[in-house]
């Protein structure tokens, strides 16, 4: 957003106005698509993710990733499995590919990806490499699988039974047990299924 209005400032200062609305639009497109401003907008929104998953973890859990996200790694496994598996994928994606562009089908790809492999020079290896295909990667994991699922999985709690503990949990059961009863069978039954839904939730935001 900053960039955008960096950038549109400065086409207006250079004379465009109103009237020149497309023009300005596609000028930021292409400059915020442009190799060096792909890699800055690309490492602000990791930076952010970062960021919040320290706070998260230094202020609010136990300051530990493997702790708070369930992050482990160990590198004489987990890389060769890892490498393992992407040269099978890579090779099956080839292989289906072939077999798509015989039958016709087009694959030019959407405009986020054309984005990221259409960078030319070193800013390909920058962007398409380093950042969408290494730090990318990680940071998605650390951020949806590890903050974002531990979070739904902590806010699902028991309901409080027989015996509320909250001073709303008492007057509920008092006044309107139906009701009391019905909420605290829906929370129990959240609690039950969550890490089902958690990783449906984090999932679907992904």
Not at 103 to 125: K, M
Not at 142 to 154: D, E, I, N, S, T
Request: glycine share 10%.
């Amino acid at each position: 957003g900053i960039m955008t209005a960096v950038i549109a400032s400065r086409l207006i200062s250079e004379g465009m106005g109103i009237e020149d609305t497309d023009a300005i639009t596609q000028q930021i497109l292409d400059e915020v698509q442009s190799g060096a401003n792909l890699v800055i907008i690309m490492i602000s929104m990791y930076v952010i993710w970062l960021g919040t998953m320290f706070y998260a973890t230094w202020f609010k859990g136990l300051k530990s990733f493997a702790k708070d996200f369930w992050v482990r790694f160990n590198w004489k496994r987990d890389i060769p499995i890892g490498i393992g598996l992407a040269i099978g994928l890579r090779g099956a994606e080839i292989g289906i590919f072939s077999l798509m562009e015989m039958a016709g089908v087009d694959l030019s790809g959407s405009e986020n990806t054309s984005q990221i492999v259409g960078q030319e020079g070193i800013w390909y290896f920058v962007v398409a490499i380093v950042l969408a295909s290494f730090i990318g990667p990680i940071c998605e994991e650390l951020f949806f699988r590890g903050m974002l699922l531990q979070a739904f999985l902590r806010n699902f709690t028991r309901g409080e039974g027989k015996d509320p503990k909250s001073t709303m949990g008492s007057i509920m059961q008092q006044k309107a047990p139906g009701l009391f009863n019905a909420f605290t069978a829906f929370r129990n039954f959240l609690f039950k299924h969550r890490y089902a839904l958690a990783a449906v939730l984090s999932g679907l935001i992904f």
